[in-house]
């Protein structure tokens, strides 16, 4: 199952159903405030839309779980053929999965949005950031106003425990920023701390949205909690390769700024993972490299010891969990079913190799 995982193109198998939830996206995005809708708009524009993971691998575990392609009929009986025309629309689970793929990206686009406040970023998506562009104010309440379509659209699929799930990511995506932000000595140099405000801060969301597309479609149990688990740890293994990229990747490969977080006095899992070889390098991480030449210092010190193949090596443990999580699902519904589980495995090695 490994090498044709290799072999499968993940977004290309529903490059089309993710580009139909854009475009809904874009559409709901409407409001009688012209300088409101343009600035929330602006993120989900042709051109800077991102690499869309989210909604990616939220449709294709919907279709792992349930055996069928977009169009299909319903998940409740799994292994009936599917006979309606293609251009019919979606059935009732599959409206759900796409409904909480669109609620997925709408938070991860609010919490971009006020996340280069906090860090004051000038570039997101290769472009000039939204709140370098509007100013800070309305960049904020474009986020908050992301927010509240997104609660809209939550509130309409009238299921409390995808409510309940999708607004603890919330709660998880503030309370990781608060930690990075208000992060005492000790836990500056913690990878305990790192781990858990890495939780918070990105695979909360991948966790909880996985969980709710297996809810809605209709899984089992023990298919839930892989789910969710699957979204955990592919959302680890993803921050860490993040903060990896932001000390080895250049400004515009990545289309943000590089060494961003050292700048802004986090340590992030190479420069821990480098600590332990490397003792100089922990009063530099407790005082928030704010010291004279500390950011350049740190950055030498990382690069001459394994720091970086060390957080390698731990993201690569998480995304190995990932794709157990998926090889241990039920014997997928259909030849479609099996494609996407292994697009869904695809997926976690292509977190480890990317380069932006
Ligand atoms: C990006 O991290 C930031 C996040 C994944 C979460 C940010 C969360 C908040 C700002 C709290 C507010 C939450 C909501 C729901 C509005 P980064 O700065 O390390 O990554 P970057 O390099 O992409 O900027
Ligand atoms: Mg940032
Ligand atoms: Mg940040």
Redesign the pocket.
């Known amino acids: 199952a490994a090498a044709s995982a290799a072999a499968v193109d993940p977004f290309g198998i529903v490059v089309d159903e993710v580009q139909a939830v854009s475009e809904r996206l874009r559409h709901s995005v409407v409001s009688n405030v012209p300088a409101l809708k343009l600035a929330a708009d602006y993120y989900f524009r042709p051109g800077v839309q991102g690499k869309r993971l989210r909604p990616t691998l939220l449709l294709l575990l919907a279709s792992a779980l349930s055996g069928r392609p977009p169009g299909g009929a319903g998940a409740a009986d799994w292994a009936a053929p599917d006979l309606r025309p293609p251009h019919e629309p979606p059935a009732e689970p599959r409206r759900r999965a796409q409904r909480v793929a669109e609620i997925a990206e709408t938070?991860h686009v609010?919490?971009?949005?006020?996340?280069?406040v906090?860090?004051d970023?000038s570039t997101r998506r290769g472009v000039l950031s939204l709140n370098a562009s509007v100013g800070n104010k309305l960049a904020i309440l474009a986020?908050d106003f992301l927010?509240a379509r997104a609660s809209v659209t939550l509130a309409s699929l009238r299921d409390h425990e995808v409510t309940e799930l999708m607004s603890r990511v919330?709660e998880n995506?503030?309370s990781?920023?608060v930690m990075q932000m208000t992060a005492g000595e000790e836990a500056l140099g913690s990878l305990d701390h790192y781990m858990t405000k890495t939780f918070c801060?990105?695979a909360s969301l991948m966790a909880n949205s996985a969980r709710c597309v297996a809810i809605v479609a209709g899984a089992p149990p023990a298919a839930r909690d892989a789910a969710w688990e699957y979204g955990r740890h592919l959302g680890l293994a993803f921050q860490i390769v993040?903060d990896i990229l932001?000390i080895t990747g250049s400004s515009s490969v990545l289309g943000?700024p590089a060494l961003?977080?050292m700048r802004a006095g986090i340590a992030t899992a190479p420069v821990l993972l480098a600590a332990r070889e490397q003792p100089a390098l922990l009063p530099l991480i407790r005082r928030k490299f704010k010291g004279a030449g500390d950011v350049a210092a740190a950055v030498e010190l990382v690069a001459a010891g394994s720091g970086v193949a060390a957080a390698r090596a731990l993201a690569a443990e998480h995304a190995a969990i990932a794709a157990a999580q998926v090889r241990a699902l039920q014997p997928a519904a259909c030849a479609h079913a099996q494609l996407c589980s292994e697009a869904l495995v695809s997926i976690t090695q292509r977190v480890l190799t990317r380069s932006k």
């Open positions: 938070i609010a919490s971009l949005l006020h996340d280069d906090i860090d970023a986020g927010l919330l995506l503030v990781g920023e801060k990105t993040d932001d943000k961003n977080d």
